[in-house]
């Protein structure tokens, strides 16, 4: 249950979102009021999440087990910092609970992404960028990974096309950035916007994982084109592939 502080925060922060609504463009109403009625953005306010998105991650978690204590793991495009919370947990990189291994999480953001205890974060770096993936290298344990989350998105343009392309690029240079760092048997899930390119990141995918699905967690709205492949298994090109 919410408590009576947080109650009036929400109600209060309600009653003045009203207020703003009318100074707002059709469009802005819109997202305000949906704001307002989605029970996953109630209940990220409720368990402290930075936004609605940790409940795709612990969806897609509690089925498939991608996080596990000891882990590393890295969060592309992770800013406000939802998914790597919810990362943080379940590899135990704040040493939480001392009987289980420690993981390890890094997130990376073009933006600034506030401190989280457990989380190294490289706010201002392009995750498409090589001297991103050297830096990584370096923070990493041994330099691999597990893990690679993705759930990155460029700006939307409003031209839907241009905006999955972009998106379907982003996401083609993450295989670039497994062959640097992710460990032989590891998972990548990354967010991709569905349309004709979509096959070609799950060709490029399935070349080098052993399984490669596509999620739509409740989470994603249901009139968002935004679905998930998470890729499982990765076989490093030239190592017994
Ligand atoms: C939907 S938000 C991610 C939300 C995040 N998963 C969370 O739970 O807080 C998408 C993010 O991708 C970031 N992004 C887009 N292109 C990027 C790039 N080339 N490198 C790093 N981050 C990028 C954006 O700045 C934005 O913060």
Redo the contacts with the bound molecule.
Sequence with gaps: MWSVSFQRRFLHSSSSLMKKLKSKSPAEQRWLQRQLKDPYVKASHRLNF??R??FK?LEIDDKFRLLRPGYSVV??????????QVAVERVNSAGEDPESPQGTVIG????NIPPLDGAHFLSC????DPTTHAKLLDLLPGGQAHVILS????NASGFRDMDQEKLIT?CLTLTDLAERILKPGGSLLCKYWDGILANKLQERLSSVFGSVRILKPNASRKDSAEKYFLARVYRKPGKGS
Excluded at 108 to 111: E, F, V
Excluded at 125 to 128: C, I, Q, R
Excluded at 151 to 154: G, K, L, T, V
């Design positions: 930075r936004c998105s940790a991650l969060d592309c495009g992770a800013a406000p910092g939802a998914w790597s990376i953001d073009l933006l770096h392009d995750v498409t759930d990155m998105a460029p982003m």
